[in-house]
C-alpha cells in the first residue's frame, strides 16, 4: 500500500516557539493531504485539508494564523504551529489521499512546555 | 453539520467472544471506511464500503453498509488478543474530501 512518512516522530518545545511537521506522501503524489489532530482516547478531528498550489481549507474553530499549513508539491505537506502553548500539546496526524482511500502518517506526538 | 456516530466507546471481551461495533450518519454516504488504531500507532486503513447493502469479511472481519448507507458495522467473530485497539469508523463523500471519523470504540480481550 501507499506509504506516508512525517517528520519528526515527537517534538517538545518551549511555549512561544513555533514547530513545523513535515508530512511525505513516498510512493505516489497526494493532491489532497489532511491534517488532524488526536487528543488522548479520542478520535481524530479533521484541522484543514491541504491541497497542493492553493490555500489550505481550515476547519471551524482551527486557527489559520496558528495552524500554517503549506502544500509545496504532490508529495509534501508541513504544518507549523507557531507560537506555541501548552495546549497545543496534542498528537498530530496527516494523511494523503489517493482516491477514496486516506493513507495516514504515523503521527507527531507534540508537547509544549 | 454531519456527524458520525459510534457506539459502544469501550467493549471488553473474553477471548474467543465476538465482537460488533456500529456507526451511524446523520447524512447518506457515499462510502465508509473503517480503520484499527494499536495503542500507540497512528490509523490504518480496513476496508472501505461503498454499495448499498454491502458486506465484506476480512477473515474473522466482517463489515457491512446499510441499505440507507447511512450506518455501519463491524464484527469480529471469535476474538483474539491481537484484535485489541480502537476501531474507527469514517464516512466519506467524494473522493479526495475528509473523512469524516466517529469517535471510536476500544477492544480491550483478555485471555
Known amino acids: ?113 | 453539520g454531519q456527524q458520525v456516530m459510534q457506539i459502544p466507546q469501550y467493549q471488553h471481551v473474553q477471548e474467543g467472544e465476538d465482537f460488533t461495533t456500529y456507526c451511524n450518519s446523520s447524512t447518506t454516504l457515499s462510502n465508509i471506511q473503517w480503520y484499527k488504531q494499536r495503542p500507540g500507532g497512528h490509523p490504518v486503513f480496513l476496508i472501505q464500503l461503498v454499495k448499498s447493502g454491502e458486506v465484506k469479511k476480512q477473515k474473522r472481519l466482517t463489515f457491512q453498509f446499510g441499505e440507507a448507507k447511512k450506518n455501519s458495522s463491524l464484527h469480529i467473530t471469535a476474538t483474539q488478543t491481537t484484535d485489541v485497539g480502537t476501531y474507527f469508523c469514517a464516512g466519506g463523500n467524494q473522493a479526495g474530501t475528509a473523512l469524516i471519523f466517529g469517535k471510536g470504540t476500544t477492544l480491550s480481550v483478555s485471555s
Not at chain 1, 517538545?12 to 513516498?26: A, D, H, N, P
Not at chain 1, 510512493?27 to 478520535?43: E, I, L, N, V
Request: proline residues 4%; contains cysteine.
Open chain 1, 1 to 113: 500500500g501507499a506509504v506516508v512518512s512525517q517528520h519528526p516522530s515527537r517534538v517538545i518545545c518551549k511555549s512561544g516557539t513555533s514547530v513545523k511537521i513535515e508530512c511525505r506522501s513516498l510512493d505516489f503524489q497526494a493532491t489532497t493531504m489532511f491534517w488532524y489532530r488526536q487528543f488522548p482516547k479520542k478520535s481524530l478531528m479533521l484541522m484543514a485539508t491541504s491541497n497542493e498550489g492553493s490555500k489550505a481549507t481550515y476547519e471551524q474553530g482551527v486557527e489559520k494564523d496558528k495552524f500554517l499549513i503549506n502544500h509545496a508539491s504532490l508529495t509534501l505537506s508541513t504544518l507549523t504551529v507557531t507560537s506555541a502553548h501548552p495546549e497545543d500539546s496534542s498528537f498530530y496526524i496527516c494523511s494523503a489521499s489517493q482516491g477514496y482511500e486516506q493513507y495516514f502518517g504515523p503521527g507527531t506526538r507534540l508537547t509544549v512546555t
